[in-house]
């Protein structure tokens, strides 16, 4: 090499570039679809989860990768880290759509929020499928079709269990997850349905919410520590609300003091259970719901009919039913 110094500055240059266009595809100005030339026959469809951080999310990609797999579609899964952040979700949603990806599956963090961008979308002709929580929208109308579990079920499901558990009597506290959150505000609203036909049970909190991560919702629920202290029943209606009210509930002495009912069933969530921390879990099948989600935008992809609606499961999950026929498709479909 005659000149080594011009050599290695070249160099650096290529690995500043490099390391430029890192940081431009995770802060989301990137959206990853460019394909080499043996996926060009194939149609990309892009996954768009609330976030990226829970494991319930891993679960989702898990089961759109093994559909995109199966059917012959690339799948590009990219999201907003946190689940409070509307404006990057939206801003993902427009860049796959002026990137012309053949079809969209999207959990909307906010249901009025990302309203705009899926019939943006559908006017370009680009199917959407709606995972996990609902939009202010038809689905089969403003969108190809909604792929979720029954959240006010699981709800309802949840409430019940816990007045089972209290014996039909006792104080309880509901710490909500976050406004504009239609899976979880339809989860809550179950739960309350379902107490409201205890006449023993007394309500003594719903107007807190614990934050979009597990770490918010242990502050949260801190806050509530006086009424933590008063309640015999919690419910928590995800798996970071749920994992936050756990922590909280093990920092203030009251873990297994209290009789506590969550949501999801991630492995901190199953520990928890296994130690009597958590008396019950409302499970979820996000891999199903990832699986179906994008088989439903492969059909429609190929013009082939699909279903407006689709409920994926929900179970509650105990000590006692851990090795229950029901329990177990939900939970190895989960891992």
Sequence with gaps: MKNPILFASALSLLAFAGCNNAAQNSAGGNTGIAQSPSDSSKPTIAVIPKGTTHAYWKSVEAGANKAGAELGANIVFKGPIQESDRASQIKIVDQFVTDGVGAVVLAPLDDAALVKPVREAKAKKIPVVIIDSALKAEPGVDYTA?????????????????????????????????EGSASTAD?????????????????????????????????????????????????????????GMLLALRQVALAGKKKFVGFDASPPLLEGLNKGEINALVAQNPTKMGYEGVKAAFAAIKGEKVEAQMDTGVAVVTKDNLNSAEVKEVLNENK
Aim: proline letters at 2%; zero cysteines.
């Design 146 to 178: 909604f792929v979720s579990t029954d959240n006010k079920k699981g709800g309802m499901l949840a409430g019940k269990e816990l007045v089972r558990i209290l014996g039909g009597k006792g104080k309880v506290v509901l710490l909500r997850y976050q």
């Design 187 to 243: 989860r809550e609203a179950g739960f309350l349905s379902a107490i409201k036909d205890a006449p023993g049970i007394t309500l003594i909190s719903d107007n807190r919410y614990a934050g979009a991560t597990a770490g918010e919702a242990k502050t949260s629920a801190l806050n509530l520590v006086d009424k933590l202290k008063e309640a015999d029943g919690i419910f928590t209606p995800n798996e970071s609300s749920t994992q």
